[in-house]
């Protein structure tokens, strides 16, 4: 069975620091896109950073570009979040996603595979 399991969220003060981790079981994370996602309460879902299947290239929304980085490491068939400089505006529900070559970072209806969600609440 297929599945997506996230973890790392929790509390943390402004400018601080955390790293996500998304763990998959029942396929390999090196052939799909792998994306997080977040939401925000009374926001929609938005692509925050992706890794490719095929050269490992990324993308990072504007908002996280400089403070984020998402990494793979397939030995443990694990796809990171470490996010730097965190800001109270960064606080929502972090998801971790997987799509097919043609899934997109800022389209989160093309990806196919979705975990349950970490909260990561950035507060004074």
């Known amino acids: 069975q297929l599945q997506l399991v996230e973890s790392g969220g929790g509390l943390v003060q402004p400018g601080g620091s955390l790293r996500l981790s998304c763990a998959a079981s029942?396929?390999?994370?090196?052939?799909?896109?792998i994306g997080w996602f977040r939401q925000a309460p009374g926001k929609e879902r938005e692509g925050v950073s992706c890794?490719?299947?095929?050269?490992?290239?990324?993308y990072y929304t504007d908002s996280v570009q400089g403070r984020f980085i998402i990494s793979r490491d397939n030995a443990k068939n694990t796809v990171y979040l470490q996010m730097n400089s965190l800001k109270p505006e960064d606080t929502a529900v972090y998801y971790c996603?997987?799509?097919?070559?043609?899934?997109?970072?800022?389209?989160?209806?093309?990806?196919?595979?979705w975990g349950r969600g970490t909260l990561v609440t950035v507060s004074s």
């Open positions: 996603a997987a799509g097919g070559w043609q899934a997109m970072c800022d389209t989160p209806g093309s990806m196919d595979y």
């Open positions: 029942g396929f390999t994370l090196d052939s799909y896109v």
């Open positions: 890794i490719s299947s095929s050269d490992g290239s990324t």
